[in-house]
């Protein structure tokens, strides 16, 4: 869908994969979290099956292919060599689907009404090794890309029955408490600057929005770019934060902005959708 683009308004019915990266130890079991006034509930992916994964990022297309969260995990020429059967293998065993009793995975998935209809991906900041080499997280910052105690929300992806319901909004809070739960110091995301009457091209839009992440907690701390922002929200000494798994949940019928889509990762890639 390259060159095509959707209103602000409409930036929440976009749904486009992401782009994670490498696995420097990702997220840990944060048990079900369920909004009664939203019909949502959302879980580590560890606490799904591989298919309820699948069915949100396997028809979702970006850079050339089903990037199935690998492209800032995998290295460029590793990349251009690594087929869709790899790469979904790889977010396999990083998401350690299937495994309630895992220590770890690597994003969060959103259901309503018992089917799986939206993905987050969210892990340290560190699991992302080509994240070093783009310029949106740095620029103009005093950061330590090798700090562990960061973490990183980098992709929303939404199946359309889920489309215009403010769903990443829900994700982006839940990202946090998961963070926040698993000892992390704070947690960051890139997310695309809308504004109203404006198209935004559909390759922008499975970063998420500056509303989806402020709505969460998360303040604005950067404008790398015109289009780009980097939003954070630190947990000082532990406590704080999101308000709770629970309360992650709540607001999943705004959608402010937007909500649920992105952009190619922390760089703009392809268009996806």
């Known amino acids: 869908m390259t060159g095509e683009g959707i209103s602000a308004a ?3 019915d976009a749904a486009g994969p992401v782009d994670a990266v490498d696995a420097a130890g990702p997220v840990g079991g944060a048990g079900a979290v369920d909004a009664p006034d939203a019909g949502v509930t959302v879980v580590p992916a560890n606490e799904a099956a591989w298919e309820d994964l699948e069915l949100v990022l396997g028809g979702a297309r970006c850079h050339g292919g089903q990037c199935y969260c690998q492209r800032f995990k995998i290295p460029n020429p590793e990349w251009r ?8 293998h790889r977010l396999r065993e990083q998401s350690e689907c299937g495994h309630p009793g895992a220590r770890t995975t690597s994003g969060l998935l959103a259901f309503i009404g018992g089917e799986a209809v939206a993905w987050c991906a969210v892990e340290p ?11 949106i997280p740095w620029a103009g910052r005093d950061e330590d890309p090798a700090d562990p105690g960061v973490w ?22 839940a990202a946090a408490d ?41 303040t604005e701390v950067s404008r790398p770019t015109k289009r780009r922002a ?4 630190d947990f000082g000494d532990g406590g704080g934060g999101a308000g709770g798994a629970r309360d992650a949940t709540h607001g999943a ?20 959708g």
């Open 10 to 12: 409409d930036a929440a």
């Open 178 to 218: 998961l963070a926040r739960s698993r000892g992390a110091r704070a947690v960051e995301g890139y997310p695309t600057v809308t504004h109203p009457g404006q198209d935004v091209p559909w390759g922008e839009l499975h970063v998420g929005t500056v509303s989806a992440f402020a709505a969460a907690g998360f």
């Open 152 to 173: 990183a929300v980098t992709c929303f992806a939404v199946r359309a029955p889920a489309r215009r319901t403010g769903i990443t909004h829900v994700l982006a809070r």
């Open 230 to 233: 980097v939003m954070r929200l």
């Open 253 to 272: 019928g705004e959608t402010g902005d937007g909500g649920d889509g992105g952009d190619g990762g922390p760089e703009a890639g392809p268009a996806a």
């Open 81 to 88: 060599v690594t087929d869709d059967a790899e790469r979904a």
């Open 125 to 135: 900041r560190t699991a992302y090794p080509k994240l070093r080499g783009t310029r």
